[in-house]
């Protein structure tokens, strides 16, 4: 089987490649989206550390 | 037992357990990704009848089964914060419900996309996919539901009710093949049965898939139920320290 | 009313109404597909409107399958009776003899059936070519095809 064979996928490449591309590009962005709000809500945090100290 | 039970209540333990067991699930994760795709892209052979356009099983058939293994997932976490108040149960029910809407659309958009050449249609009304479409509605409302109310005790109690009512769809999709006339194909794989539908060569990787999906999920819901313990503690000294300590 | 309550009502009555639309449509939707669809016996025993669209189902029958430029004739049975089906277009991948099928289109005054929609329906068998010649002879795929 040559490379080219595996990505035609019997001509049905356009089907099969986007269903693959589609799950791993939606599971990507759920992992994706709780690493970056963790960001956001440790900084958040620091801010309001900072905000009771100067009180 | 009770005890454990509610120690893990507690949000601040509830975050600590769900990340000490963070990494047992993540690497298991991609390690069986990789392994999956791999044998299912490449070593699985071809199906006789629908060639190498039936590799979209792969993922179709583990985001559908998801898709309602989420939905019971996050239907008894409602019932728990209903029945017992527990602010840990509903921490999780909110944490699946992105999850699981994402599961549905994954097994709706590559139900399409292996519809059009096999079947000849991208989409048809029958039973299968109908109620799989509305299992996207229900977890898309539970989630509108949840931002509706400022108060977390009220939304948790309104979309706990959501989730219950929603669970009679759960048995509804699974036997929709069965009740009704469908377009859709019935059960291939089936738990109590020596004899199974699919070769073992396809059965294998198809497992794997699966296994792989529960892992990620199960990684997903702990990175997201720690997020809302955090925003939801954030005025708590632990939160404070948690934070100085990342 | 404050905003944040009449938007918390709007919410509300929006999911309500959008799970009861998803619900009714549901419902809509495939009593329409079963009132609608006829077997070939129900076909023959003129059962099946004759001036509205409907649906067929059945299996192809081996050698029936008739190629006239786009225009494709063949013949679906139901292990009883039969229907010939007329169609002009493209055939999903998995159409072939002994395949189920569901055709959507007209039954003609003389008993043909006009299809402007033909849909391949696949069983839940899936498994190598040589696994699928070598099971061949027992007749595996026709008891299979027979509970459709």
Redesign the interface.
């Given at each position: 089987m040559t490379l080219l064979d595996f990505l035609d996928m019997d001509g049905y490449y356009l089907y099969v490649w986007l269903s693959f591309g589609l799950a791993i590009v939606v599971m990507l962005a759920l992992v994706n989206g709780p690493m970056k709000r963790k960001k956001q809500l440790l900084k958040q945090l620091g801010r309001k550390k900072r905000r009771g100290q100067r009180t | 037992m009770l005890q454990t039970i509610t120690k893990l209540a507690s949000l601040r333990n509830f975050y600590f357990f769900c990340g000490k067991l963070l990494p047992w699930f993540a690497w298991p994760t991609l390690i069986l990704m990789l392994v999956g795709l791999y044998w299912g892209l490449v070593e699985a052979p071809a199906d006789y009848q629908q060639k190498d356009s039936y590799r979209i099983i792969f993922v179709h058939v583990p985001a559908a089964w998801m898709s309602l293994f989420v939905y019971m997932v996050m239907a008894v976490s409602a019932a728990a914060s209903l029945i017992w108040k527990t602010k840990a149960s509903e921490v999780v029910a909110n944490s699946c419900a992105p999850i699981g809407a994402a599961f549905t659309f994954l097994a709706l958009a590559t139900g399409s996309l292996w519809g059009k050449p096999m079947w000849g249609t991208w989409w048809e009304w029958d039973a299968r996919l109908t109620s799989e479409l509305v299992l996207l509605f229900l977890y898309l409302g539970y989630m509108a539901l949840q931002s509706a109310f400022e108060d977390k005790r009220t939304a948790a109690r309104a979309t706990a009710i959501l989730a219950i009512v929603g669970v009679v769809n759960i048995p509804i999709i699974h036997y929709s093949v069965e009740w009704w006339f469908t377009l859709h194909q019935g059960p291939t794989v089936q738990v109590m049965q020596d004899k199974q539908a699919m070769d073992k060569s396809m059965l294998i990787p198809l497992m794997i898939m699966a296994t792989a999906f529960k892992f990620y999920f199960a990684t997903v819901l702990l990175m997201r139920s720690r997020n809302e313990i955090l925003e939801r503690e954030s005025h708590t000294k632990w939160v404070q320290e948690e934070r100085e300590r990342l | 009313m404050t905003p944040?309550r009449k938007?918390?009502l709007m919410?509300?009555a929006?999911?309500v109404l959008?799970?009861g639309a998803?619900?009714a449509?549901?419902l809509t939707?495939?009593n329409?597909?079963?009132m609608f669809?006829f077997s070939p016996s129900q076909v023959a025993a003129g059962e099946a409107p004759l001036n509205r669209s409907f649906r067929v189902?059945g299996m192809v029958k081996d050698n029936s399958v008739n190629r006239d430029g786009l225009t494709v004739r063949f013949v679906v049975h139901d292990n009883a009776k039969e229907v010939t089906i007329a169609y002009t277009g493209?055939?999903?991948?998995?159409?072939r003899e002994g395949q189920g099928i569901?055709a959507q289109g007209k039954l003609a005054a003389d008993g043909v059936f006009i299809a402007d929609?033909?849909?391949?329906?696949?069983?839940?068998?899936?498994?190598?070519?040589?696994?699928?010649?070598a099971m061949k002879p027992k007749g595996v795929d026709k008891t299979e095809k027979a509970k459709y």
């Open positions: - | - | 944040t938007r918390r919410m509300v929006l999911i959008g799970v998803a619900a449509l549901a939707a495939f329409k597909n079963l669809f189902g493209i055939l999903p991948d998995l159409f569901v929609e033909v849909l391949a329906k696949h069983d839940e068998n899936y498994m190598p070519p040589e696994v699928a010649a």
